[in-house]
T-cell receptor, first 115, second 114 residues
């Protein structure tokens, strides 16, 4: 299996621009998670989906952030408009949720720099 | 509430044992995890332990769980320079109805001195 695939790996953009991050989870997994990692705040859960349905988006910073999962093999995290404080590494993770455990497999991350 | 605490830094000499500690607050946690993050990479699952176990060993890794004190540790025997990374502790505080989140600590940065 190729693991969790994220694109792009690096993104540099200017403040005010729209940014779209993409994720392909591991085939057969039914849960997908978006995290943000910064030096100051560590690893933060932004939103997670189960069976393509958003379960908890309480970690999404504000209305500028939105996430979708149109099917079991694809998800996007969009920031519009982007701001310098959004600069971080964004990770996608997927898991096969059984209710008894939650082993999440992470993608390599997208390193976002907003100038 | 749920909280996972770890010390931020650990430095050891190559060949020594490393012990990374973690405390958690949710007594309902069913699984506890250790993840490793190398520079510029995502988090990689190292090992996990089920809450009805006290110890789990996997090659150079030993996980100890003290449920009474809500304390988890990861011991790395014969630490190598390739073990230099950030190690995250995570708990699965299973609450039943549709909660699938892991709660992560802030990570311990392990530096191995040659």
């Amino acid at each position: 299996d190729a693991g969790v695939i994220q694109s792009p790996r690096h993104e540099v953009t200017e403040m005010g621009q729209e940014v779209t991050l993409r994720c392909k989870p591991i085939s057969g997994h039914n849960s997908l998670f978006w995290y943000r990692q910064t030096m100051m705040r560590g690893l933060e859960l932004l939103i997670y989906f189960n069976n393509n349905v958003p379960i908890d988006d309480s970690g999404m910073p504000e209305d500028r952030f939105s996430a979708k999962m149109p099917n079991a093999s694809f998800s996007t995290l969009k920031i519009q408009p982007s701001e310098p404080r959004d600069s971080a590494v964004y990770f996608c993770a997927s898991s096969l949720t059984t209710g008894e455990g939650e082993t999440q497999y992470f993608g390599p991350g997208t390193r976002l720099l907003v100038l | 509430g749920e909280d996972v605490e770890q010390s931020l830094f650990l430095s050891v000499r190559e060949g020594d044992s490393s012990v990374i500690n973690c405390t958690y607050t949710d007594s309902s946690s069913t699984y506890l995890y250790w993840y490793k993050q190398e520079p510029g990479a995502g988090l990689q699952l190292l090992t996990y332990i089920f809450s009805n176990m006290d110890m789990k060993q996997d090659q150079r890794l030993t996980v100890l769980l003290n449920k009474k004190d809500k304390h988890l540790s990861l011991r790395i025997a014969d630490t190598q320079t390739g073990d230099s990374a950030i190690y995250f502790c995570a708990e699965f505080p299973y609450s039943g109805a549709g909660s699938y989140q892991l709660t992560f600590g802030k990570g311990t940065k392990l530096s191995v001195i040659p």
